[in-house]
């Protein structure tokens, strides 16, 4: 089971950070992913990490967010700054079926939404 939180309302140019909470799972052998999805929009990876720590982004959210792990107390992480309106979804953690983040993910969480206010 996968528990995000951390979403909420935030102005253009701040901060929020999100958290997944993963249970009933073997958290440190697989890669995390964060996805999100805007209305009207499709689902996109946004930030992935190995059970080693090295991280993707997606170009858009290059050098504004960072995602991280803590292995010991199997939770994600996925810190958000210098936020824009276009970052506006709700977002997913995800574990992947493996430890690399581009052959696919098969267990999702429920989403937390993220509004970025202009």
């Known amino acids: 089971q996968l528990q995000a939180s951390g979403g909420g309302l935030v102005q253009a140019g701040g901060s929020l950070r999100l958290s997944c909470a993963a249970s009933g799972l073997t958290f440190g052998s697989y890669v995390m992913g964060w996805y999100r999805q805007a209305q009207g929009k499709e689902r996109e990876l946004v930030a992935a990490i190995s059970s080693g720590s090295s991280t993707y982004y997606v170009e858009s959210v290059k050098g504004r967010f960072t995602t991280s792990r803590d292995n010991a107390k199997n939770t994600l992480y996925l810190q958000m700054n210098g936020l824009k309106p276009e970052d506006t979804a709700v977002y997913y953690c995800?574990?992947?079926?493996?430890?690399?983040?581009?052959?696919?993910?098969?267990?999702w969480g429920q989403g937390t939404q993220v509004t970025v206010s202009s």
């Open positions: 995800a574990k992947g079926v493996s430890d690399s983040y581009d052959l696919g993910y098969n267990q």
